[in-house]
């Protein structure tokens, strides 16, 4: 996956060149995210009939699940990317404060 289309998916993944597979896994994890009290069945099935599998969705959940344990971490203990500990190395891989 090129940086380019990285761009377009985190700018817009309902309009970026990617699979419905795909998409539909980015809706799946977006209502976890945004609403989780929604999250239902449908919601997998949805996933299914794009044609992600279970284990798509099990693996993107378990990304997505770390990705906010450590963004709470880092927001409870007050960390920067910006800084000299050394954080540069987080900016050039394109996370943001």
């Known amino acids: 996956m090129g940086k380019e289309l990285v761009f377009a998916i985190l700018n817009d993944?309902?309009?970026?060149?990617?699979?419905?597979?795909?998409?539909?896994?980015?809706?799946f994890l977006d209502v976890l995210i945004s609403h989780p009290e929604q999250l239902?069945?449908?919601?997998?099935?949805a996933a299914y009939q794009a044609g992600a599998s279970e284990e798509d969705?099990?693996?993107?959940?378990s990304v997505c699940v770390l990705f906010q344990l450590m963004t709470?971490?880092?927001?409870g203990l007050d960390?920067?990317?910006?800084?000299?500990?050394?954080?540069?190395?987080?900016?050039?891989?394109g996370y943001r404060v």
């Open 13 to 27: 993944p309902w309009s970026a060149p990617i699979s419905a597979r795909l998409r539909a896994t980015l809706r």
């Open 40 to 45: 239902g069945p449908s919601d997998a099935d």
């Open 79 to 93: 960390y920067s990317t910006a800084g000299p500990d050394g954080s540069a190395f987080l900016l050039r891989l």
């Open 57 to 61: 969705l099990r693996a993107a959940v």
């Open 72 to 75: 709470r971490l880092a927001d």
